[in-house]
């Protein structure tokens, strides 16, 4: 449809040229150059783009110094949460150690008490082997003297442990 307002008889490739020219006025820059009324619309097609990338870049930088606080902030909780933690490991470091030394200084009492044990059982066990081997040397005295002489005597009383311990610390030979 041919618009109205074109004078009669104007042929539509006319029509057709106009529309690409103007558009051509409109968005490049060059037309932007161009001085006058030509030159307007491309000036305010490229104003409006200049100021959409304007808008953009400080969009973006408000972004990026955004992120960079952002980023700040978290590295610092992140270095203060770091931080935190290494002086928990190394409390935790030292409570270990005082419990490893207090763990061995509670073995070493316990090994040293049972050494203690171990040499008064030692001890102990010699004594009642001492006490054996002379018990059974004098019996085996008395037997051969008794075969010596013929003699049927009745066996002599023997000392009980505990009074043959008496008479060992009294007189330890």
Do not use: C
């Amino acid at each position: 449809m041919i618009d109205p307002n074109l004078p009669p008889g104007t042929p539509i490739w006319l029509t057709t040229v106009a529309t690409i020219v103007l558009i051509f006025l409109t968005f490049s820059e060059k037309a932007a150059k161009l001085g006058g009324v030509w030159g307007a619309p491309a000036r305010f097609w490229n104003n409006r783009q200049i100021n959409a990338v304007k808008r953009r870049k400080s969009l973006d930088t408000q972004i990026e110094e955004a992120v960079k606080q952002r980023t700040s902030i978290v590295w610092e909780e992140f270095h203060a949460d770091m931080e935190r933690l290494k002086e928990r490991v190394e409390e935790l470091r030292i409570d270990l150690d005082r419990e490893r030394e207090a763990r061995r200084v509670e073995r070493e009492e316990l090994l040293a008490q049972h050494r203690a044990e171990v040499d008064a059982l030692r001890r102990s066990e010699q004594q009642k082997h001492q006490y054996i081997v002379e018990v059974t040397s004098t019996l085996r005295k008395i037997e051969i003297w008794a075969a010596d002489l013929g003699l049927s005597l009745p066996p002599p009383p023997f000392l009980s442990y505990t009074e043959w311990l008496e008479n060992r610390i009294r007189d330890p030979t």
